[in-house]
């Protein structure tokens, strides 16, 4: 895909990709209202003021836009500032647990960073539960059953070789659980002048700077606080800082799907995404199975090409 997408067909994208996306954040606002508070009157303000706002929604709003727009509504009605602090310590203690396993599979296997990396990948299936899963065990568990899943876009060796080449990189951070795994990845690097970029402010299971340090970012790398949905619109503040860094590093790995138009066009040809569709709706967008593990160029997803067909 060349640096430039076309805006219309961008709107066009998004907007199809947020009406798919309409019920989960529909939900996702009522478990996030339970998690914030026991009270039954401000959970019911949130559900409703949080579908006045998606019915609402700017025609090209994207996902990620409306999952900030959701995330505001439930921090400012339960007047907690990050509802989901105790759920991200409860993930990454899940992923924790399953550290000294994931190391010796790392450690042993023939390639440690292309193994590294595959195992970040399948990691990010917690995406899908993060707001239902509540106990380490239950997170675990999911944890657990991703190490056996088959890597099905698998572009991991020319990942590796080119990591290897680069003198920077970025890697856009996911979810506060599969962040600890991520870091395995730069452990492997230390070549190389790593950027880690995080959420600047909490936004469902997100990784903060906090996740990130506790992770071991301070060791292997700098952290650039980000809001995606600035990032998208072209706002400025803290999206002009990620902008900047993706602009100029060699690579760009980004867990998660949910910006590959738009991280893309930044960074043409030095973008690789790891990620678990987080849904079925999404993986039929890129042509998988809804299981699927991803390691792929940017190149290889083509979201915007695929979807411009399917309207004609």
């Known amino acids: 895909m060349n640096g430039t997408i076309d805006e219309a067909r961008r709107a066009r ?16 606002a009522l478990d996030a209202a339970r998690l914030a ?33 959701v995330s505001e509504v439930v921090r ?19 992923a924790r647990a399953l550290l000294p396993e994931v190391r010796a599979r790392i450690a042993g296997a023939r390639d440690p960073l292309e193994e590294a990396l595959r195992l970040s990948a399948v990691a990010n299936v917690v995406g899908r539960t993060v707001l239902r899963s509540h106990d380490s065990d239950a997170v675990e568990a999911v944890l657990r059953s991703a190490l056996s899943n088959r890597v099905e876009v698998d572009e991991t060796a020319e990942l590796a070789a080119r990591l290897r080449r680069a003198r920077s990189m970025v890697l856009r951070a996911a979810n506060a659980g599969e962040i600890v795994w991520d870091f395995l990845i730069l452990e492997q690097l230390s070549h190389c002048s790593c950027r880690v970029v995080v959420a600047g402010a909490p936004m469902l299971g997100d990784a903060l700077r906090a996740d990130a340090l506790e992770a071991g970012a301070d060791a292997t790398a700098e952290i650039v606080e980000c809001d995606d949905a600035a990032l998208e619109s ?21 867990k998660g799907h949910a910006l590959v138009d738009v991280v893309g066009t930044m960074a043409p040809g030095r973008c690789w995404f790891l990620f678990v569709p987080v849904c079925a709706a999404w993986a039929a967008r890129f042509g998988l199975s809804a299981d699927a593990a991803v390691v792929a160029a940017q190149r290889t997803l083509e979201i915007s090409r695929r979807e411009d067909r399917r309207g004609e």
């Open 76 to 94: 400012t009605r339960s007047r907690i500032s990050d509802p989901y602090f105790d759920l991200r310590n409860v993930h990454r203690a899940a």
């Open 234 to 254: 072209g706002a400025g503040g803290a999206g002009e800082a990620t902008r900047a860094a993706i602009e100029e590093a060699d690579l760009v790995l980004c």
């Open 13 to 28: 994208v998004a907007r199809k990709a947020a009406l798919d996306c309409v019920p989960c954040l529909s939900r996702a």
């Open 37 to 69: 508070t026991r009270s039954e009157s401000v959970q019911e303000a949130i559900v409703g003021e949080t579908l006045f706002h998606l019915a609402m929604a700017d025609a090209g709003a994207t996902p990620r836009m409306l999952a900030r727009e």
